[in-house]
Every structure is written in C-alpha cells, then in structure tokens.
C-alpha cells in the first residue's frame, strides 16, 4: 500500500527526476507519474 510522505528534494535532483520521467514518458505509451520515478530510483538505490 502506499503511503503519503512529503519531502523537499533541491532543484537540481528535481531537475534530474523530472528529466528521467520525460524520458520514460516518451519510451512509453502509458503515463508516467513522478512518484513512480522516485519510487524506482530508491528501488534501485536500496537493493
């Protein structure tokens, strides 16, 4: 389930998630939130 966190990010990591999630948006057909691109980036981060 997923849970509502708030955090403050700097502009240059949004910038980079933003840039990620542009990206992904035109590789795919289907939209692309930005809280699924920070969810697969600490995925990733984590293992």
Same mark, same amino acid.
Request: proline letters at 0%.
């Given at each position: 389930?997923?849970?509502?966190?708030?955090?403050?990010?700097?502009?240059?990591? $949004? #910038? =980079? &998630? *933003?840039?990620?999630? $542009? #990206? =992904? &948006? *035109?590789?795919?057909?289907?939209?692309?939130?930005?809280?699924?691109?920070?969810?697969?980036?600490?995925?990733?981060?984590?293992?």
């Amino acid at each position: 389930m997923a849970e509502r966190i708030t955090i403050m990010l700097n502009s240059d990591i $949004a #910038k =980079k &998630l *933003r840039n990620l999630q $542009a #990206k =992904k &948006l *035109r590789e795919s057909a289907s939209s692309v939130s930005f809280s699924r691109i920070i969810n697969e980036i600490l995925e990733k981060g984590l293992k």
